[in-house]
């Protein structure tokens, strides 16, 4: 089942002499259940494209489909509401909240759904994750690694239609990277969770079912 479809994408930044065409006419589809990469150089309009399917920044030109919905046809509260309960989002650089421990921030975006804890899946969660015996450490007890993890879990808390992921090895190790993308490969596989991964690597785009290659603001 199509989960997103993205028809002639385009975003400018500036006018005249100072317009910058970050995205320029960008098309695609998502299937339920597959795992994209998104991969291309520093500057080439991938962060942008995630920006936009997630509806924090609006197209100049284009659309998004959602399961056929238009999301810039969506009022603000209805677009939050889909992020808060469909999208799972995970940076670059975590996003935690420092005063937070692992499990508050895992559990952050059940609460400001107001929905009551399911503390059998919190549990569920911490032990795929591998940070079960960390959930009462803040975010600067442990390491980037296990910060990211955080991230993650925090993501697959909400049961997520799809996982939107920025550069989720960028600020890491090699051996911390290896791990992230595993955890999201099994994500994938044993939750059956969509994902689209943003990245530079191409070592790690291998690692996806598909790889869209970007450049310049186009797929190429």
């Known amino acids: 089942m199509k989960i997103l479809k993205v028809e002639n994408l385009k975003k400018v930044y500036g006018k005249g002499e100072a317009e910058v065409i970050a995205v320029n006419d960008v098309s695609f589809e998502v299937e339920e259940g597959e795992f994209i990469a998104i991969i291309g150089p520093s500057g080439s309009g991938k962060t942008t494209i995630l920006h936009m ?21 969506m009022n603000k509260r209805d677009l939050t509401i889909l992020r808060r309960q469909k999208i799972g989002i995970i940076y670059q650089f975590y996003n935690l909240i420092p005063t937070l421990n692992v499990e508050e921030n895992i559990t952050l975006p059940v609460e400001l759904n107001k929905q009551k804890v399911d503390r059998q899946k919190l549990g569920e969660i911490t032990k795929f994750l591998g940070i079960d015996n960390r959930r009462k450490h803040l975010p600067n007890e442990i390491s980037g690694g296990q910060q990211q993890k955080v991230a993650i879990g925090r993501a697959l808390m909400i049961d997520p239609t799809i996982i939107l992921a920025d550069e989720p090895t960028g600020n890491l190790d090699s051996k911390s990277s290896n791990e992230i993308i595993q955890l999201l490969k099994k994500a994938n596989k044993e939750y059956k969770q969509t994902i689209i991964m943003i990245t530079h690597n191409l070592e790690i785009a291998k690692q996806a079912d598909r790889i869209i290659q970007i450049e310049d603001g186009k797929i190429v």
């Open 53 to 73: 399917l997630a509806g924090l920044e609006k197209p100049t030109a284009g659309q998004v489909y959602f399961y056929d919905k238009n999301i810039y046809e």
